[in-house]
């Protein structure tokens, strides 16, 4: 026998996949989308809200993501999806991207009210 069917026999115990968090990616794809999604806005309060958005929440979850990914590579059972670790980048991209127009605006309009 080869694979994990024998080290599942060896060991007498049923051993479950260890997969990504692919919840965390999600919400982090959510939360940059929706910082994009801002810059439709022209309120003062739609670029704070992008700006927060695009930085605090997704490079938190996208942060968030990597730790407990690397963690569970560990595991002999992790399954690797490749194309996470890309999302995960294009969704920080994406979102400190519209973070950084953003806080542009912000500046913009509190320069303006100086």
Do not use: K, N
């Not at 694979?3 to 060991?11: A, H, K, L, M, N």
């Not at 999604?37 to 695009?54: D, E, I, N």
């Amino acid at each position: 026998m080869g694979g994990q069917d024998g080290v599942r026999q060896e060991y007498g115990v049923e051993a479950t996949a260890v997969r990504p968090p692919r919840w965390m990616l999600v919400v982090a794809v959510a939360t940059a989308a929706g910082a994009a999604a801002c810059h439709t806005a022209v309120a003062f309060a739609a670029h704070v809200t992008g700006y927060v958005l695009g930085s605090f929440a997704t490079i938190g979850f996208v942060a968030l993501f990597a730790q407990i990914d690397t963690r569970r590579q560990q595991d002999p059972f992790y399954s690797r999806l490749p194309w996470l670790r890309t999302l995960a980048a294009v969704a920080l991209t994406v979102g400190v991207g519209a973070a950084a127009v953003h806080i542009y605006f912000i500046a913009w309009e509190l320069a303006a009210r100086c």
